[in-house]
């Protein structure tokens, strides 16, 4: 079992930043793989960005790019996600996951373990 806690979200006007973070516990955090994903009310998840699993090798959707960055830091088991430049549409629950492959990291299926999810709110 690997348990994830996601912090660092709250309400931030558009433009500002946010740093979100993922502790990870229970089995060795360099064999997974993270990716952060959001919902918002009425939607699907969506996949934002992953790191692999020795934070060599990252990947973004495109309306991220540029303005998100994730990163992970293997002595406190943990990944973050770096926010900026941010708008109101990207209000939503935030949650990240642990996938066992490098591979497939876009899609929900691919991940073993779930954060419960911090909300991000982006005001106007």
């Known amino acids: 079992q690997v348990q994830l806690v996601e912090s660092g979200g709250g309400l931030v006007q558009a433009g500002g930043s946010l740093r979100l973070s993922c502790a990870a516990s229970?089995?060795?955090?360099?064999?997974?793989?993270m990716g952060w994903f959001r919902q918002a009310p009425g939607k699907e998840r969506e996949f934002l960005v992953a790191i692999s699993r020795s934070g060599t090798s990252t990947q973004y959707t495109d309306s991220v790019k540029g303005r998100f960055t994730i990163s992970r830091d293997h002595s406190k088991n943990t990944v973050y996600l770096r926010m900026n430049s941010l708008k109101p549409e990207d209000t939503a629950v935030y949650y990240c996951?642990?996938?066992?492959?490098?591979?497939?990291?876009?899609?929900?299926?691919?991940?073993?373990?779930w954060g419960q999810g911090t909300q991000v709110t982006v005001s106007s």
């Open positions: 229970g089995r060795t955090f360099s064999n997974y793989a």
């Open positions: 996951a642990a996938s066992p492959s490098n591979l497939r990291l876009e899609f929900t299926r691919s991940y073993d373990y």
